[in-house]
């Protein structure tokens, strides 16, 4: 993919856009990386260890403090860095950006999380269950709700606490939909 020029888009993504993700200014974005694929990879990963560290910080001796802990903080994420719907965008059209996603990023995502599972299962408070099932469908729960937050389409989304919608979708989760 050649790289778009200032302001322009090779893709779907412009270069203010990215710039706006990355908190900075457009211009300053050349100076770091040579196309808008060396940026998208490089801000990926980038969010990419700041999600596993705060995966890595959960402490908690329950299974619902655990899940109330790693999805707030996705849900604050989702709110204040509006990165992920540029992410899945590029990637859907770029195939180096999409291999970078899902050779590195999501495997080293699905890997934290998966560790926190192991924890939380090996210390009695979780029922054994395959981690790498459980991992996929909680991150399609953040996935779509973020897709869904950023497309606009569920506003009710955007008028609760990241800790209220955390607390409502790990009790999905952990209780089901059983009355």
């Not at 300053?28 to 940026?39: G, I, M, P, V």
């Not at 990241?162 to 989760?173: H, K, P, R």
Request: negative net charge.
């Amino acid at each position: 993919m050649p790289c778009c020029s200032r302001g322009g888009s090779a893709h779907g993504a412009t270069t203010r856009e990215i710039a706006h993700v990355a908190d900075v200014s457009e211009g300053t974005l050349y100076n770091y990386f040579a196309s808008k694929r060396d940026l998208f990879i490089g801000l990926m990963n980038s969010r990419t260890g700041a999600l596993i560290g705060s995966i890595a910080d959960v402490r908690a001796d329950s299974v619902e403090g655990a899940m109330v802990q790693l999805l707030a903080g996705q849900f604050t994420r989702m709110r204040t860095q509006h990165h992920f719907r540029l992410f899945l965008q590029e990637a859907r059209l770029d195939p180096e950006i999409r291999r970078a996603l899902v050779e590195d990023v999501l495997p080293r995502i699905s890997q934290e999380v998966e560790q926190l599972m192991r924890g939380l299962m090996d210390a009695g408070v979780m029922r054994r269950i395959d981690p790498e099932i459980a991992n996929w469908t909680l991150q399609s729960a953040v996935v779509g709700l973020a897709l869904f937050s950023e497309l606009g389409a569920a506003t009710a989304l955007e008028t609760i606490s990241a800790e209220a919608l955390a607390a409502q979708v790990s009790d999905i989760f952990i209780h089901g939909l059983r009355g």
